[in-house]
Structures are given as structure tokens and as C-alpha cells.
Nanobody, 122 residues
């Protein structure tokens, strides 16, 4: 089964940068249809951040996110979120999600990682 594992979270100062990574640690060999990131800040609902398709098409939740974050994907089923000029309001647990399909399946299945904490503070 697919096991998405995030890494790269931590403490960063306002205006700094951080890169999150997420990979399928199970070695399932499933094909990726799309991968993305969500986040949940303190006392907030989980919200979508960005998505990238296997073909490299990206989409972002807002212009504010798009101006500072970059989602990318490599062909070992790893998705990245480059976060630049971070702000205190970016503080959240960041969750990786992916829609992956086995070789015999017609459709993909959604999977989630357990999250990585990003804290933006001076």
C-alpha cells in the first residue's frame, strides 16, 4: 500500500525559506495522477494549498500562495513545496496528498501523509 511521508518541516523566521518533500515510502510502484499539499493552522480548518499533475500542470489556492510557494514533482514520485518569504500565518501542519493508481486499477485512490509541522516565528 502507498505510504506518503513528508519531511522538511521545522522552525523558520519570517521572510525565510523552507522546502517540504513528500514521497511514497512504500515503494509501491503505483502511478501518480496528481500530488498536492494541504495545511491546517492552529484553530483552523484544513485548507488546500497547491496541486500538481503527473503532466506538470500546477494549481494554487490563491495568488498570495502562488507568489511565494512553488510546487514541483519528480519522477520518483516525490512532490516538493518550496516556500519562500514565509509569514507567521503560514504556520501550520502541512499534509501531503496524492492520487495514485496501481497498474491494474482503472482509477486512482487518494492517500494522505501524516503531516509535517512548519512554524514561522522570530
Amino acid at each position: 500500500q502507498v505510504q506518503l511521508v513528508e519531511s522538511g518541516g521545522g522552525l523558520v523566521q519570517p521572510g525565510g525559506s523552507l522546502r517540504l518533500s513528500c514521497t511514497d515510502a512504500s515503494g509501491s510502484g503505483f502511478s501518480v495522477n496528481s500530488m498536492g499539499w494541504y495545511r491546517q493552522g492552529p484553530g483552523k480548518e484544513r485548507e488546500w494549498v497547491a496541486t500538481i499533475t503527473a503532466g506538470g500542470v500546477t494549481s494554487y489556492a490563491s495568488r498570495q500562495v502562488e507568489d511565494r510557494f512553488t510546487i514541483s514533482f519528480d519522477y520518483v514520485n516525490t512532490v516538493y513545496l518550496q516556500m519562500d518569504n514565509v509569514k507567521p500565518e503560514d504556520t501550520a501542519v502541512y499534509y501531503c496528498t496524492g492520487n495514485l493508481r496501481s497498474l491494474t486499477a482503472l482509477y486512482g485512490t487518494d492517500y494522505w501523509g501524516k503531516g509535517t509541522l512548519v512554524t514561522v516565528s522570530s
